[in-house]
């Protein structure tokens, strides 16, 4: 079977993401280029593109690949309104877990990717199953996403959150969100 540059460097996407990952976490998003990212993996830029395009693609792929930790109900559960609670009560743990991602979901304006998408899928139907007209829901999903990172940016402003109470005012907040959105 014939390797491409990547592969004979014995690179994988996941060794990428996970390298990129490190980079960012100890030196930021300006110190994370694909220059420095060759150079902890100790190969040759070029072996890196056969993993991701350009920067860009490879934020997009850190921001989607943290979304896989995101617990996503099944869009037939028993209650929507819980359901989709718990899927935003979710996004939130897993956002706050790595506070060097949460100003790039805010620069970036979410996620794109599998995991945004399928976790996008699912909202849509419980927000549909709640009774959220139809041309209301791309609103409504696009307000609680910007809920689950805004509160996840201020919990994680000092760095890891040191408390529960960013959490509890996320739920609360949550919670008015969701009400206010099923009234409409």
Known sequence: MARGPGTRAGLTRAAVLDAARTLLAEDGLPALTMRALARRLDVAPNALYSHVADKTELVDALLDDHLAAVHDPTAAAADPIDALAALMTSTFDVLVTAPDLVPLYLDRRGARGDNA????????????????????????????????????????????????????????????????????
């Open 117 to 184: 998408v399928r976790l996008g899928v699912t909202m849509d139907a419980l927000l549909t199953r709640a009774g959220v007209a139809t041309d209301a829901i791309p609103t409504a999903r696009g307000n609680l996403i910007v809920h689950a990172i805004g509160s996840a940016a201020f919990a994680t402003a000092d760095g890891p959150p040191s408390s529960a109470s960013g959490r509890d005012s996320f739920v609360a907040g949550l919670g008015w969100l969701l009400a206010g959105i099923v009234r409409s």
